[in-house]
T-cell receptor
């Protein structure tokens, strides 16, 4: 079993829809949670960075962390065709500098 | 504000050869991490460098080695290349006080034939 599980998709939604992307994890020591967006053949772009549990909002993006369920989510409001990309979740423990990534969810926003 | 840069963009090598990839961190960052990303997978941590020392290493063989220079730039060296080393190699930079908030470069795509 992988430490971080992510549905590979693809997830196809119409423009303007609210998108929900999720990851589950097995390691209760994870404290840092990140979401990255990766366009084809490009490097990952950091979207959201959160520590421990709770919500964080930045523009159209909202990240949620539920440590009791070992479940994190990224919500995208008013989705745009330019949001079409692969979304990667990543996590890390305190005092471990490596990020553990999910395998990514491919999102397609249809015009 | 200059982001993370990597060179070269693409590279084709033959099995058994050696390769060196280069990375310049985001302006002001002092810590560099390297990741390997196979097609359809998430990045996997190779190692992290700070103050020219390897601070943590992932589950990669000794064929993978690195270096960090006084100006914080870094190199990744891979010896005795295998076909399975074909991947996108990503460099990420961060501040030592917050090593988890990592910003990635565009990557170097390595093909081993």
């Amino acid at each position: 079993q992988k430490e971080v599980e992510q549905d590979p998709g693809p997830l196809s939604v119409p423009e303007g829809a609210i998108v929900s992307l999720n990851c589950t994890y097995s390691n209760s020591a994870f404290q840092y949670f990140m979401w990255y967006r990766q366009y084809s053949r490009k490097g990952p772009e950091l979207l959201m960075y959160t520590y421990s549990s709770g919500n964080k909002e930045d523009g159209r993006f909202t990240a949620q962390v539920d440590k009791s369920s070992k479940y994190i989510s990224l919500f995208i409001r008013d989705s745009q065709p330019s949001d079409s990309a692969t979304y990667l979740c990543a996590m890390s423990e305190d005092s471990s500098y490596k990020l553990i990534f999910g395998s990514g969810t491919r999102l397609l926003v249809r015009p | 504000d200059a982001g993370v840069t990597q060179s070269p963009t693409h590279l084709i090598k033959t099995r058994g050869q050696q390769v060196t990839l280069r990375c310049s961190p985001k302006s002001g960052h002092d810590t560099v991490s390297w990741y390997q990303q196979a097609l359809g997978q998430g990045p996997q941590f190779i190692f992290q460098y700070y103050e020219e020392e390897e601070r943590q290493r992932g589950n990669f063989p000794d064929r993978f080695s690195g270096h960090q220079f006084p100006n914080y730039s870094s190199e990744l060296n891979v010896n005795a290349l295998l076909l399975g080393d074909s991947a996108l190699y990503l460099c990420a930079s961060s501040f030592v006080v917050n090593p988890y908030e990592q910003y990635f470069g565009p990557g170097t795509r390595l093909t081993v034939t």
